[in-house]
């Protein structure tokens, strides 16, 4: 379960940028995890309630925002929304040339007191 890992570093960066800010406690963490990220978001969720306990995220919530998977068809140059990889468009049928979006696992946001 990678996710215990990601969780650990994620945890880490929010409390050096809370402390940084002089904050005392971190009341919300809101990342971003894309369809392609090979992240269970119910893990994160649970690795998340098991390691921040007794640091300054104890209590905190962890919002997850699904970032949907954007591809490029080069034949139509646009982006569309696609389920998977082998997304075809939506309008000239070609599959995608380029994956734009879906990738993301980033802490989005703080919120501090």
């Not at 963490?29 to 995220?57: C, H, K, N, Q, Y």
Request: contains cysteine; negative net charge; glycine residues 8%.
């Amino acid at each position: 379960m990678h996710e215990l890992s990601l969780m650990e570093q994620t945890l880490a960066i929010a409390v050096t940028h809370a402390q940084r800010a002089g904050a005392q406690r971190i009341h919300l963490l809101t990342m971003r995890i894309g369809a392609l990220s090979g992240v269970v978001p119910d893990a994160l969720r649970f690795a998340f309630e098991v390691l921040s306990r007794g640091t300054m995220a104890d209590g905190a919530e962890l919002r997850i925002e699904p970032v949907p998977i954007i591809a490029y068809c080069s034949a139509c140059v646009r982006e569309f929304e696609t389920a998977d990889l082998l997304g075809a468009c939506p309008r000239c049928g070609e599959p995608a040339t380029q994956v734009r979006q879906g990738r993301e696992l980033e802490l989005g946001s703080l919120e501090v007191s």
